[in-house]
């Protein structure tokens, strides 16, 4: 059975490391996403004083940038960033990467939650660059174009 772009997005946004998230118009900055396709959301783990958390108190619009070659997906996602109070969601999304950033782990008071329910995503979807190279110089070879992927708006 063929996945369908929706299903390719959400199996390649669990491999995506680090994605960059603007929201308010403002700079985008690397995050790194937690995706849960059961939620519809994308969340992150920020801190309290962080930009972008202001922006997610007032649920602000924000767009994911994606460019992620070892993943195989790129393209931009639209959607609306909200801060979250969801303690139990955060526990379940709590990992040593996030432990990282902040000096009191989990403790930390200045850790927050955001979660980014995604409304429409352009996206790209290769199966690497060792396919992307091969099918560059097959279409040069033969005067084709090359097969790079899928391609695809999606509406959540």
């Not at 997610?56 to 393209?75: C, R, W």
């Not at 040593?96 to 850790?111: I, K, L, T, Y």
């Not at 995604?118 to 690497?128: C, F, R, T, V």
Request: glycine share 8%; charged share 25%.
């Amino acid at each position: 059975m063929t996945a369908t772009l929706k299903e390719t997005f959400w199996n390649k946004m669990d491999k995506t490391h680090v994605v960059l998230l603007g929201a308010n118009g403002g700079n985008p900055v690397p995050m790194s996403p937690l995706p849960r396709e059961d939620d519809n959301a994308i969340w992150f783990i920020t801190a309290a004083d962080h930009d972008t958390f202001d922006a997610a108190k007032s649920g602000a619009s924000a767009d994911i940038y994606l460019s992620d070659s070892s993943g195989g997906i790129y393209g931009t996602i639209k959607g609306t960033l909200s801060a979250s109070q969801d303690e139990d969601k955060l526990d379940e999304l709590w990992s040593p990467m996030a432990a990282a950033w902040f000096e009191n782990g989990r403790e930390d008071d200045s850790v927050r939650l955001m979660k980014y329910t995604p409304s429409e995503a352009e996206i790209w979807s290769s199966d690497g660059n060792a396919k992307y190279l091969f099918e560059t110089i097959k279409a040069n070879v033969t005067d084709s174009t090359p097969d790079t992927g899928e391609y695809g708006t999606i509406h959540f």
